[in-house]
C-alpha cells in the first residue's frame, strides 16, 4: 500500500467489501474484495465506488435494471434518490447537513427504491399535495418509524435551528407559541435576545403602545 493511500479494508463499495490490500501495479494500488454473490476479485482504488461489483453480478444488475420498476423519473423516485445523495456524498451541496453530521439512510431502503417506496407509500399523506419526506427526529436516521411525510409549516417547525421553549411543561417551537398565545413572534424573539428567562418570554404581557 502505497503511503498517501487510505486504508480501505472493511469498507464497502456497492457490491463489493474490501478484505484487504493486495498489491501495487503500475504505481497504482489494488485490493483484494469479496462481492456479494461470494465472488472475489481484485480492484483499483479509484475503481472502487456505490455501484461497485464483479462480472457476473454486472450481468444480473443489467438484468434487474431491464425489468426494474421504470420510475427514474418520478417524483418519489427524485426523493430517493436526493435523500441517499445527501447522505453518502460528500461532494452533494446539503452533505454537511446530513451525511456529514452523521445521519444515515437505512440500509435496505440505501439498497432498493422499492423496498423504500413500500415503506413511504404506506404513511399518511402519501402522494398528497404540498407534503414532503420529513424526519420526525432531526437529528436521526432516514430510517422506519422516524419519517412522515409533512407538510411546509410541519417542516419549519421542527428544523434544528428552531428555539424551543417550555412552559408549564409544554415545549414548543417559538413560533407555535407565537400562534398559541396570539403574541406576535418577533416580540418573542426580542425577549429571547435581551436573555429573559423561557417563563418571562411567554408569561409578561405585550405592552400597548399609544400613538401620540
Known sequence: MRKNDI??????????????????RNHRSFWLCKCKCGNEILKRSDGLHEHSSCV??????????MTRHNETKTRLYQIWRGMRNRCNKPNDS?????????????EEWN????????????LSHYGEKGYTLDRIDVNGNYEPGNIRWA??????????????????GLKLTLKQW???L????????????????????????????KRA
Open 7 to 24: 486504508d480501505l479494508v472493511g469498507k464497502t463499495f456497492g457490491y463489493l467489501t474490501v478484505i484487504q490490500f493486495a498489491e501495487i
Open 56 to 65: 457476473s453480478c454486472k450481468a444480473e444488475k443489467q438484468r434487474i435494471r
Open 94 to 106: 446539503e452533505y454537511q447537513n446530513y451525511g456529514g453530521r452523521g445521519i444515515k439512510v437505512y
Open 111 to 122: 439498497n432498493s427504491y422499492e423496498s423504500f417506496k413500500d415503506y413511504v407509500s404506506k
Open 151 to 168: 407538510n411546509a409549516k410541519t417542516q419549519a417547525n421542527n428544523r434544528r435551528d428552531n428555539h424551543i421553549v417550555e412552559f408549564n
Open 178 to 180: 407565537s400562534e398559541k
Open 182 to 209: 396570539n403574541i406576535p413572534y418577533t416580540t418573542l424573539q426580542s425577549r429571547i435576545r435581551y436573555g429573559w428567562n423561557d417563563y418571562d418570554i411567554l408569561a409578561k404581557p405585550v405592552r400597548a403602545y
